[in-house]
């Protein structure tokens, strides 16, 4: 399961960069200001396809909105983003799907 508060505080944090109002992003992206409020609130996850048009609109990649360098430490996540960088969409998808999986399965056999 992807973490909903880290993916949210990305993306307000890119959009801040950007100089951008909710609204702005949410022409941008063909989406309404109420959606982009539910994703920066963490109430609703992007799809892939609007990963990718926030990303674009943001000026990052899909990786930078995903995955946290403070949590991993840099080298490790930047092992996994350089990792990730040339995958096609589909290809990101299907990483993407079984790191969330095995994520949770490690955090089961942990309790």
Do not use: W
């Not at 609109?57 to 930078?64: R, Y």
């Not at 946290?68 to 290809?91: A, F, H, Q, W, Y």
């Amino acid at each position: 399961m992807m973490n909903h508060v880290m993916i949210s505080n990305r993306i307000q944090h890119y959009r801040h960069l950007a100089k951008l109002t909710q609204e702005q992003l949410a022409d941008m992206v063909d989406a309404s200001d109420t959606y982009i409020r539910k994703l920066e609130s963490g109430d609703r996850l992007p799809s892939l396809d609007m990963l990718l048009k926030l990303s674009k609109a943001l000026n990052t990649t899909p990786n930078h909105l995903l995955l946290s360098t403070s949590v991993l430490g840099k080298s490790t996540s930047s092992s996994i983003l350089d990792l990730l960088s040339d995958c096609t969409p589909s290809e990101f998808f299907v990483l993407y799907e079984n790191m969330a999986n095995l994520k949770g399965l490690l955090r089961e056999n942990t309790k």
